[in-house]
């Protein structure tokens, strides 16, 4: 259930190459029956007079243009989709639950119960003027701790990660939760080198996961994707993915930030892909309008939309259908939009031989995960039939060789045999003429 409270929240955002954080609005918030709510967002007016001066970005260019005016929202809880963007999500909530033992909370509450880890370079408080930038991060050498608070997090319905119990093991240095988004177990570390995501294993994995994702990026750098750096760490047995942040950069005394926004703002979408479908049937959730909408924000939309069809292209060789538009994003460190690099690549092997579905539509056959669908739009990515082909083609042949980068990556026998049918299954090629 929903408190029926109506809340007001500042938006901040360190402005990119900078470390300084800026009070760019203020969002209304109200809650509607049947757990929907009602978000109004008001640009600040200085941040409106410094944004003309010094061509500071709006939030969001096709949502939130840089005007004096209302904008109200009310999908997404009634969060506008960008700042709904920097609010954690299914593990993030389970933390910041925890925390707060069971009592209602609504979208606000999570925005302002996240610790300042979020994605991008947004932040919220109920203060007009905006907090320092953090500098305090868990370190990597206390993922073991951290780790361990994960899996009771998991495995004890009741448990309660409380600050006080944390500071008993590790003298107050220890963070709990991660306000990043995704259902996997994850926290953000700190070492000499900048921050990383750390992905642990989740409760009820078949496979180990963080050596499968590190051999699938090595995979997806070796197909021509833009990938960030990962390494594996062993911590008390168990192996962890470090994913670098590719949203934030060592300066000295801190970080700057790059503005962050997901596929899902992008696309203008829903949660779920029924209800981002249009009158006429079709889904937003889908590459092709992905890829237009993309034009729209981008600084390099050809650039970008290449690299959209080769990662479009990967997952449906790899059968990562879990593609949905929260794992696809633009960052901007100043200069305008650009997609980010890849993440969240998994391949999955399924039983069906003939047919297989990424999350988006990928072409004139909607979902299905094949050859001829990819390059039955290629135009709107840019590309002629002839280029596409040969992107497709020289993709292929590295990922035909899918196993010298598992073995990399240290992914165990058992597990390269279970995931063997993800790749280039044989409904990937079956309609194409030879
Ligand atoms: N390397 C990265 N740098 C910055 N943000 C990232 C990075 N990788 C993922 N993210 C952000 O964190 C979120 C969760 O990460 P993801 O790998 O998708 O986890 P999950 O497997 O739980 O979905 C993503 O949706 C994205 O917003
Ligand atoms: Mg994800």
Redesign the pocket.
Known sequence: MTSEKSQEVFVYLQLPQSQEVVTVGKLAWRPLPFDRGLGEFVYGRKYLERAAKERLPSLDPLALPLEARRFAFDKLGGLPSVIRDASPDY?GRLVIARQHRGSALTEIDYLLGSPEDR?GALSFGLSPTPPAPVRQFNRTVHLEELLAEAWRLQNEPDYVPSDRHLAAQVDGALRPGTS?????P?VVVEDDEGLW?A?FPAKNDMLNYPRVEHGTLLLAQAAGLAT?VSRLVSVAGSDLLL?????RRPVAGGYQRAM?A?GLTILGAEESREASTLADGSSLWSYPVLVSRLALWSSDPTADAHELFRRMAFNTMVTNDDDHP??H?VVNWGSGWRLS?A??LVPTNRVAQDERFLSLDVGMQGRVASRTNLLSRCELFRLSQDQARAMLTSMESVVRRWQVYFAKAGVSDADLAQLAGAFLYPGYSRDVAS
């Open positions: 593990w994605a990043m988004g995704g259902a996997r994850k995501l992905k960030p994913v670098k942040r590719f949203d962050m997901s929260r794992n994003a690099p993440y969240d």
